[in-house]
Nanobody
Framework: DVQLQASGGGLVQAGGSLRLSCAASGFTFDDVAIAWFRQAPGKEREEVSCISSSDGSTYYGDSVKGRFTTSSDNAKKTVYLQMNSLKPEDTAVYYC??????????????WGQGTLVTVSS
């Protein structure tokens, strides 16, 4: 079974740092895009970052550019999100998501459970 296990959330003061981890299992890590999304209460889910396991290319949402960094340890099948200079508006449940090509040509899309990040002012 495909599983994405997110961890590392917690309570931090504004200006602080946290590192989230997304441990994947049940699929190969050859050609997969792992993204972090977040959802704050009353707001839509927002894509924070994405990294390709095949070439390491990355994407960041405008609200986190320059503060967050995503990285991948393919041997461990784990993707990290290093969050620095945290702001109260970063408070949200953070989810990891995996997208990979299916044999049929379609795109498989898997979600992990969320991890709560709370940034106090």
């Amino acid at each position: 079974d495909v599983q994405l296990q997110a961890s590392g959330g917690g309570l931090v003061q504004a200006g602080g740092s946290l590192r989230l981890s997304c441990a994947a299992s049940g699929f190969t890590f050859d050609d997969v895009a792992i993204a972090w999304f977040r959802q704050a209460p009353g707001k839509e889910r927002e894509e924070v970052s994405c990294i390709s396991s095949s070439d390491g290319s990355t994407y960041y949402g405008d609200s986190v550019k320059g503060r967050f960094t995503t990285s991948s340890d393919n041997a461990k099948k784990t993707v990290y999100l290093q969050m620095n200079s945290l702001k109260p508006e970063d408070t949200a449940v953070y989810y990891c998501n995996a997208k990979m090509p299916a044999p049929s040509g379609a795109l498989w899309d898997f979600w992990g459970q969320g991890t709560l990040v709370t940034v106090s002012s």
